[in-house]
């Protein structure tokens, strides 16, 4: 079920457009609003969970599949995946979602 106040349920059910680079039954993957790389994406399950540990294995399987798939065709110098989850870790949307960074030597350790 969606969120009400849920931006990323917004974006799921197309109340909020943007420009998808890739979408299925079960996923969406968009540009991030505030990139952080020359390449920031990020992909969301359409069904609404809060953080990972909220949503079954096959639903982090498939996105975390689909996340390499686009890594590997959009970004062949590589790239990172990045679940920010928590206060600490950084997550300010309260939906799943996977970043998908890319263009540029990303660092390490991230801050
Ligand atoms: P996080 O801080 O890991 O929860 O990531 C949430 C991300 O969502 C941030 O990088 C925001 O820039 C991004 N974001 C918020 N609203 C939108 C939007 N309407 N379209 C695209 N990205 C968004
Ligand atoms: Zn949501």
Known sequence: MPE???IFCK?????IPVKAVHEDDHSICFPDIDAQAPTH???IPKEH???AAAAPADVLG????QAATLGEGLLPQGYRVVVNTGDDGGQTVHHLHL???GGRPMHWPPG
């Not at 974006?11 to 109340?15: E, K, L, S, V």
């Not at 498939?62 to 599949?65: D, I, N």
């Open 99 to 101: 970043h998908i960074l």
């Open 49 to 51: 969970y809060p953080n």
């Open 11 to 15: 974006i799921a059910q197309h109340q």
């Open 4 to 6: 009400p106040e849920c």
């Open 41 to 43: 994406l990020l992909l």
């Open 62 to 65: 498939h996105l975390l599949k």
